[in-house]
């Protein structure tokens, strides 16, 4: 019985248009309202500004024009998801943040070429839950290193 329990993988559920996404728990600091973003020149379109959450300066993405996505007004159900990537908090701004679930690691299989809009090199894999398709991102990959390089002197 013990085994089952090694064999879930806990994450975050959160929304970018009509996809669900989701990212390991372990990697997730917080799930915070949008709140006012100071905007950094120089950054790539993708990169909104910084914000200051309980006094870290913290670079915000927006997820959306990081896929190629078309931008979205933020509304009542905008999130940014605060993720650790490389010993570094980034915040990602997300449609909405929906639920925290148990994914069985059998039910994540690798990703296929192309899923929807995102490039597969973002992707982890994907998981099939009853209705849902849940596309798992590696967060290391949605971040080059030259990108988190910027972002660290943006942080700065």
């Not at 299989?109 to 991102?137: C, F, H, N, Q, W």
Request: hydrophobic share 45%.
């Amino acid at each position: 019985m013990e085994n089952e329990v090694m064999s879930n993988r806990k994450v975050i559920v959160f929304q970018l248009g009509n996809e669900e996404y989701a990212v390991s728990v372990l990697q997730v600091g917080s799930i915070e309202r949008m709140i006012p973003i100071t905007r950094v020149p120089q950054t790539a379109n993708f990169v909104k500004g910084v914000i200051n959450l309980r006094g870290v300066v913290t670079p915000i993405i927006d997820l959306r024009l990081r896929f190629g996505m078309e931008e979205s007004a933020f509304n009542e159900s905008t999130r940014i998801i605060i993720v650790y990537v490389d010993d570094m908090e980034v915040g990602l701004i997300v449609d909405a943040a929906n639920d925290v679930i148990d994914i069985p690691e059998s039910e994540i299989e690798p990703a296929p070429e192309v899923i929807g809009s995102v490039d597969a090199d973002y992707i982890e894999g994907v998981a099939k839950l009853e209705t849902r398709l849940l596309i798992l991102l590696d967060l290391q990959s949605v971040l080059t290193e030259d990108e988190i390089h910027e972002l660290k002197s943006v942080e700065g």
